[in-house]
């Protein structure tokens, strides 16, 4: 059950960043609100509820990504415990502020944000991996 929860709290979550509606963000914060506390008592059951919670204790890397090429096809291989992936079409549907001050730069661009500060425009798969590595973005 537990880890039926877990893929509802991160998908909830991850839905109110996505579709930018709050409502989402209350259901997900609500399951975990009700269910913590087993499992913190019960860890070894619990282990993915757990790593769900990460989502709310510390807020995930974003990754928005512009245009096609070889780093979209490279960056899903990087591990990232909790992030969320922004795929952006050529006509987004829709104004999203998560591409406010962004825009791509040749065929493909690629921002690595961590809390709230974003890297420099990404054009190079060796820069992202660089980045990702040493978890330095800039700052």
């Known amino acids: 059950m537990a880890a039926a929860l877990s893929v509802m ?10 579709t930018e ?3 989402y ?4 914060e609500d399951i975990l609100s009700h269910t913590i506390e087993t499992a913190i008592q019960y860890p070894g059951s619990a282990s993915e509820l757990l790593m769900a919670s990460r989502y709310f204790s510390e807020y995930p890397d974003e990754i928005v990504y512009l245009g096609e090429g070889a780093i979209g096809k490279e960056f899903p291989k990087y591990y990232l415990p909790t992030r969320l992936v922004y795929r952006v079409p050529s006509f987004p549907p ?6 406010e001050g962004r825009k791509l730069i040749g065929e493909e ?8 500060t974003c890297s420099l425009p990404i054009t190079e ?3 992202l991996a660089e980045l990702i590595e040493t978890k ?3 700052i």
């Open 9 to 18: 709290v991160r998908n909830f979550f991850k839905l109110s960043k996505y």
């Open 21 to 23: 509606q709050h409502d």
């Open 25 to 28: 963000y209350n259901v997900a």
């Open 94 to 99: 829709k104004e999203w502020e998560v591409l």
């Open 109 to 116: 661009t690629l921002y690595l944000c961590r809390g709230q």
């Open 125 to 127: 798969l060796n820069k």
């Open 136 to 138: 330095n973005i800039g």
